[in-house]
């Protein structure tokens, strides 16, 4: 890898040292110095999914850097030219658009190229073409993989550049043969994108549950952590590769440096549109889901670190989900989808099956004061500590039956659930506990006149812990 | 000279097993080097991965210490300070002092005095100990003692504090009052990642928010004393630390257990994700700051790179210890009432840091991924029959006996 000497930019781009902030990202001795010139680039572009608009920015940020860019786009023009992002094509001020399939070299455009980006094929029979047309034909090759290639590991569950790859993947395939013919070549690996002009939703899934007040299904705890990465901080990335010969033979993940929980997409939209989220976890293989049902993400830990672009392409994100929710939300809202109607019945299947009810006002359940019983059967329920008067309100009969089950005591005299609480302590609890628990607030009046002593221990410890 | 100062305390182990050739074998699930990229599709076991990263490791090691770096080694060239360590005794400052010393510099100890000194530890070589023992030097002192310290301290010279165990600013004022700005060139401190607000969007990142509501909000008032003093400070964030001697029963919890042939209880889905860090590592980390220009007022998180989950954790102590996988348990905390007894070693939440700041700025890099990080504490440790807490099962046998039905037979 041969490392060069510190050049003054055209760009106006800080060399090396400079200022903290600058210079933090990359040591003096470590970054390898990027050529300012003017490449010419090739983009193959996708005719779809969540890549497509990537081939857009990237067009975009090349332009800016003084290249020349030329898109190779798949698909029928025809039908494409008016839908997001290729609509946008029309703005790129200088940028060549022909459209083509790209398997077939006679649509190639005619180079000579510099750099040729792949953000296409997805397997060797489409990619190979390509890569056969261009090897000795260009300084670098850019291949736009797959994060999803990499094997789950539910033990260290961050994707580091290196890790373990799915060897049936086909974009594994296309990186071995590019690493067989010996090209320079930089593999990329995105996870779910985010931003203006894309092809695929990401974040509107939560917004079209949230903004019209219906609940989110989300499955498993919700902890689960997630990239979710803004597409002009991946075309900075991607834009970095010309002239860096650093970047040639390696790979790297194609993501921002932030993860985010689930639960906390949801939130984060919620706040943003000054709502509240109603999460609905569950369990996906109870729910008899086809492939593409439910939701919308991988539903394991699905993350990758940033640290190597950091350190060899001297890149720095701009943006993060938390910084950018707010507009993604205002976009939402100014798209015009709210008034539509999507199709919610997957949503409504899972919710049905985790027995939801929506507490809604006027209804017979309530969370405020007086019991929220519609029937005998809740109510001996409710009495006898097994279910909180959240759950009585919220839920299906069938869904408070299955709870009380699961925290009775089992039939063979094992120990009584209170005893948990407190060793040795017998189930039932003693005025002077009422007395207690009133004065420090854990339980209301109303509920020490109304409740089960085993109800109020219940609610004491919920409350107190 | 300028190579070996890397780590002294510790390289021992790693480069004492032969090195192994550099095979672009499949990375382990818990390896933690930056590796070549190697695409690999051989199914290999973990357990044989496991080995083939540790082996790694030991030859990278090996070849680091063979060959000198090309780029500055900060502490090496750093000229002899004479460094002041509150909190040495224990568990961060036993391998701190050690570098230090092994680095030249001339190190005092402040303790109360009511435990000894210096004292011998597994990493300990009879050269290397007798070098220590013979280099450092002590006070006793209460530091909490505005009037005893300054006594003890005034006019001493002491160009470097290094506050190991402060945690309350009051505490923080009475060194610097008591050691004096006149030679003071840096305030080295110890914090916590604890600081950081609790966040969905993660790792916890240097410029993050921070709770002044957590129970390490001294540490906080500290670095913001430092700042307003004008000292040359430094306050260095770990996550979890771990190894040998660790004082904080993390990666004991599951020894404990699994050497009782326990399942694991581990609360809520066990798919949080925290990170370790090695107490080795940290020490390094610390003595990258000493004479390093770049550190000045700057706060940096140190721990391992890699994160793991609650599960993924109980499942490495296992394999550190020759055990197969072991049973867990998932159990819902709020259905119980544990009283003061710990039924988890960790906060029920996401719990990591980005260390990219500390690797770029300090040159600075963890040596212990997490197996062999694991593995090093045990067989220096726990492995040999010492641990620092009796275990108690009260709360384990609380949870069993409610998710299965009956305690552990």
Not at chain 1, 60 to 85: E, F, M, R, Y
Not at chain 1, 211 to 232: A, K, W
Not at chain 2, 98 to 119: C, F, M, N, S, W
Not at chain 2, 175 to 204: E, R, T, W
Request: aromatic share 8%; glycine share 8%.
């Amino acid at each position: 890898m041969a490392t060069l000497s510190a050049r003054t930019a055209y760009s106006g781009r800080t060399s090396l040292q400079g200022s903290r902030p600058a210079a933090r990202g990359v040591a003096a001795s470590r970054r390898v110095q990027v050529l300012v010139r003017a490449d010419s680039a090739l983009i193959v572009n996708t005719k779809g999914g969540g890549h497509a608009f990537l081939g857009l920015h990237l067009a975009k940020k090349l332009l800016a850097d003084g290249h020349s860019v030329t898109i190779l786009n798949d698909g029928d023009q025809g039908k494409l030219s008016a839908k997001a992002p290729f609509s946008q094509y029309a703005s790129l001020r200088g940028a060549q658009v022909v459209w083509g399939d790209p398997t077939n070299p006679a649509y190639y455009p005619e180079g000579p190229f510099d750099v040729v980006y792949d953000n296409n094929g997805k397997d060797l029979d489409t990619c190979q073409p390509l890569i056969d047309h261009f090897k000795g034909r260009c300084k670098h090759y850019v291949y736009v993989s797959s994060a999803g290639a990499y094997s789950p590991n539910d033990i260290e569950p961050m994707h580091v550049e290196g890790d373990k790859r799915k060897s049936s993947a086909g974009h594994v395939a296309v990186e071995k043969y590019l690493e067989e013919k010996w090209m320079p070549y930089t593999v990329f690996q995105p996870q779910y994108i985010y931003g203006p002009y894309t092809a695929k939703d990401c974040e509107q899934w939560f917004m079209e549950r949230i903004l019209r007040d219906r609940p989110v299904p989300i499955p498993g705890p919700g902890v689960q952590l997630t990239n979710l990465s803004h597409v002009e901080d991946l075309a900075d990335m991607l834009a970095r590769v010309p002239g860096n010969y650093g970047a040639v033979r390696e790979h790297f993940n194609l993501v921002s440096d932030r993860c985010i929980t689930l639960d906390g997409i949801a939130k984060a939209i919620a706040a943003a549109a000054g709502k509240e989220a109603k999460i609905v976890h569950y369990d996906p293989a109870q729910m008899g889901l086809k492939k593409g049902e439910g939701f919308p993400f991988r539903t394991g830990h699905f993350f990758a670190s940033a640290d190597k672009a950091k350190r060899v392409l001297g890149w720095q994100p701009k943006h993060n989900f938390l910084k950018d929710v707010d507009q993604l939300v205002r976009d939402f809202k100014a798209s015009g989808r709210l008034d539509k109607q999507p199709d919610f019945s997957v949503d409504d299947r899972i919710l049905a099956a985790v027995g939801y009810k929506a507490t809604t006002v006027g209804a017979s359940s309530s969370s405020a004061a007086g019991p929220a019983v519609s029937n005998a059967g809740v109510a001996s329920l409710l009495s006898s500590g097994l279910i909180t008067r959240q759950e009585a309100a919220t839920f299906s009969q069938q869904q408070l039956e299955f709870l009380a089950r699961k925290r009775s005591p089992s039939p063979g005299g094992a120990t009584p659930r209170s005893a948990a609480a407190a060793p040795a302590a017998p189930a039932a609890a003693t005025s002077g506990d009422v007395r207690q628990w009133l004065s420090r607030g854990l339980i209301t009046q109303q509920e020490a006149a109304t409740f089960s002593q085993e109800q109020l221990a219940f609610l004491a410890r919920k409350r107190g812990a | 000279m300028a190579a070996t100062m890397r780590c002294s305390v510790g390289v021992q182990g790693a480069a004492g097993r032969a090195a192994a050739p550099r095979a672009l074998a499949s990375p382990a699930p818990f390896a933690g080097l930056r590796r070549a990229n190697a695409l690999d599709a051989k199914e290999t076991c973990p357990i044989q991965q496991a080995r083939a990263a540790v082996s790694r490791r030991a030859a990278a090691a090996a070849a680091r210490a063979a060959a000198p770096r090309a780029t500055t080694v900060m502490s090496a060239n750093v000229a002899p300070k004479k460094i002041l360590m509150l909190g040495g005794t224990r568990f961060i400052g036993l391998y701190l002092a050690r570098q230090l010393i092994e680095a030249g510099h001339d190190v005092t100890l402040l303790t109360r005095g009511k435990k000894p000194v210096t004292y011998r530890i597994p990493d300990d070589t009879d050269a290397s100990y007798e070098r220590f023992a013979s280099s450092v030097k002590h006070i006793a002192c209460d530091r909490t003692d505005a009037v005893a310290m300054k006594a003890a301290l005034a006019n001493k010279g002491f160009e470097v504090v290094y506050d190991i165990n402060g945690r309350e600013a009051d505490e923080c004022a009475i060194v610097l009052d008591a050691v004096g700005a006149h030679n003071l060139q840096q305030y080295i401190f110890c914090s916590s990642a604890g600081v950081y607000k609790k966040s969905d969007q993660m790792p916890h990142r240097e410029e993050d928010e921070v709770d002044f509501k957590s129970r390490h909000k001294g540490k906080l008032f500290t670095e913001e004393l430092l700042q307003q003093r004008g000292v040359n400070w430094t306050s260095v964030r770990p996550v979890y630390i771990y190894g040998p001697l660790n004082y904080n029963p993390v990666e004991e919890f599951f020894f404990h257990r699994l050497k009782a042939g326990r399942p694991i209880c581990v609360p809520g889905s066990g798919m949080q994700v925290t990170q370790l860090g090695h107490v080795k590592d940290l020490a390094t980390a610390f003595v990258r700051i000493l004479g390093n220009p770049k550190a000045a007022r700057q706060v940096y998180n140190v721990a391992g790179e890699r994160f793991v989950t609650f599960d993924g954790l109980a499942k490495a102590c296992a394999a550190a210890m020759g055990l197969p996988e072991p049973e867990i348990v998932h159990y819902n905390p709020k259905e119980y009432d544990f009283g003061k007894a710990k039924a988890f070693p960790m906060r029920d939440q996401h719990f990591f840091a980005s260390v990219d700041k500390a690797i770029e700025e300090l040159d600075w890099q963890p040596e212990f991924g997490l197996l062999d990080g694991l593995r090093d504490s045990y067989e220096k440790d726990f492995g040999r029959g010492t641990y620092r807490k009796e275990p108690d099962f009260t709360p384990d046998d609380m949870i069993l006996s409610k998710v299965k039905g009956k305690a552990f037979a």
